[in-house]
T-cell receptor
Framework: SQKIEQNSEALNIQEGKTATLTCNYT??????LQWYRQDPGRGPVFLLL?????KEKRKERLKVTFDTTLKQSLFHITASQPADSATYLC??????????FGKGNQVVVIP | DGGITQSPKYLFRKEGQNVTLSCEQN?????MYWYRQDPGQGLRLIYY???????QKGDIAEGYSVSREKKESFPLTVTSAQKNPTAFYLC????????????????FGSGTRLTVV
């Protein structure tokens, strides 16, 4: 069956350090993968998209990598700040061109 | 400002009642989606539409119905046939095939929290 796996345990990280989140998938061959941020009680907000032929994408303090051999994407927040505390969702496109979402990984940045 | 508006923010439903959740967008997006989010669960797709007067079932369509009479609007009705409707409902919109034509994602509304009383 198709699966998108993100760590269910919250990541607690000291302010200023780099937070790294993992998204693993099975039985998908996504043409692209996206990352979203979700705050409590709010809808997700689109952050970044990376295509299968791209190894790395950056946006300000965010960096995403995509390894189609390992079937994995890594999401990095450099110089983390308390305002980065949120849940981050991985999403990838399935064969029917619809987005499928992981359950999300919570990040808590400690001042 | 362009965006997507969901209303109401909170909704209470009695057993056996149908309720309708509103979703309106002014982004000129062709595609619209309804997701359900439960604690500890990922977003699950209920229905989606890529063109006016056409829509498709998602993974958990039973007990729900939608309409797409206007490009801007995609209301969701939670019927009495939905046995466990208490959840956070999210509406989203996008251009068609957002990943193939640039760096686009879905735009989500702020959600409607539905509770059965």
């Amino acid at each position: 069956s198709q699966k998108i796996e993100q760590n269910s345990e919250a990541l607690n990280i000291q302010e200023g350090k780099t937070a790294t989140l993992t998204c693993n998938y099975t039985n998908y061959s996504p043409a692209y993968l996206q990352w979203y941020r979700q705050d409590p009680g709010r809808g997700p907000v689109f952050l970044l998209l990376i295509r299968e032929n791209e190894k790395e994408k950056r946006k300000e303090r965010l960096k995403v990598t995509f390894d189609t051999t390992l079937k994995q994407s890594l999401f990095h927040i450099t110089a983390s700040q308390p305002a980065d505390s949120a849940t981050y969702l991985c999403a990838l496109v399935g064969g029917n061109n619809r987005l499928a979402f992981g359950k999300g990984n919570q990040v808590v940045v400690i001042p | 400002d362009g965006g997507i508006t969901q209303s109401p923010k909170y909704l209470f439903r009695k057993e056996g009642q149908n309720v309708t959740l509103s979703c309106e967008q002014n982004l000129n997006h062709d595609a619209m989606y309804w997701y359900r989010q439960d604690p500890g669960q990922g977003l699950r797709l209920i229905y989606y539409s890529q063109i006016v007067n056409d829509f498709q079932k998602g993974d958990i369509a039973e007990g729900y119905s939608v309409s797409r009479e206007k490009k801007e609007s995609f209301p969701l009705t939670v019927t009495s046939a939905q046995k466990n409707p208490t959840a956070f409902y999210l509406c989203a919109s996008s251009i068609l095939s957002p990943g193939t034509r640039g760096n686009y994602g879905y735009t989500f509304g702020s959600g409607t929290r539905l509770t059965v009383v």
